[in-house]
């Protein structure tokens, strides 16, 4: 089966750093992807990890390491456009496995 | 170019009835998966398409079901429609599937079961 961990809310001030945690323990590992969702919309893509270590994209940041099934997204720079859900999901052999999603409000 | 398309936007129904949603992938996309999202969850996985084919299926009941057409586009079929099928219905596509192929989501059928 696969559990997929992350923390419910997080609340962070316009300009600052905040970073989400993922932990997950899946069946299958082909990569963690992280996504954002405003309310009432699709997911849209941020970053991909399969290789340990960190991906930057921006201002924003995702670290991966495999062994401690663990990752995390580090959004810089915080503007409040930046208020939203963020999603952790794991990719098995085909599927994408999600967490509840973290919800961050940035606050002026 | 034209995203991944879903329609109806929106669709209200009553317990037993049954429904159709659509997806039209990302031109060049021959993968489709159906995933649904009630609220304040992240979105789980219904069933992925590949070439016409289903290549996987998530832990939903058999009166959900679904089918991949020539042109990669999908319909997603639910039939008997219970209250707790109220949800956020994603479609996401991609060009094929497993590795890095990252996985482009429609806007979302929002289906409310009374």
């Not at chain 1, 409040?80 to 509840?100: I, P, Q, T, W």
């Not at chain 2, 959900?64 to 479609?91: H, I, K, M, T, W």
Request: glycine fraction near 10%.
């Amino acid at each position: 089966g696969q559990n997929i961990d992350q923390p419910t809310e997080m609340t962070a001030t316009e300009g600052a750093i905040v970073q989400i945690n993922c932990t997950y323990q899946t069946s299958g590992f082909n990569g963690l992807f992280w996504y954002q969702q405003h309310a009432g919309e699709a997911p849209t893509f941020l970053s991909y990890n399969v290789l340990d270590g960190l991906e930057e994209k921006g201002r924003f940041s995702s670290f991966l390491s495999r062994s401690k099934g663990y990752s995390y997204l580090l959004l810089k720079e915080l503007q409040m456009k930046d208020s939203a859900s963020y999603l952790c999901a794991v990719r098995d052999d085909y599927k994408l496995s999600f967490g509840a999603g973290t919800t961050v409000t940035v606050r002026a | 170019d034209a995203g991944v398309t879903q329609s109806p936007t929106h669709l209200i129904k009553t317990r037993g009835q049954h429904v159709t949603l659509r997806c039209s992938p990302i031109s060049g996309h021959k993968s489709v998966s159906w995933y649904q999202q009630v609220l304040g969850q992240g979105p789980q996985f219904i069933f992925q398409y590949y070439e016409k084919e289903e290549r996987g299926r998530g832990n939903f009941p058999d009166r959900f079901s679904a089918r991949q057409f020539p042109n990669y586009s999908s319909e997603l079929n639910v039939n008997a429609l219970l209250l707790g099928d109220s949800a956020l219905y994603l479609c996401a596509s991609s060009v094929g599937t497993g590795g890095n192929n990252e996985q482009f989501f429609g806007p979302g059928t929002r289906l409310t079961v009374l």
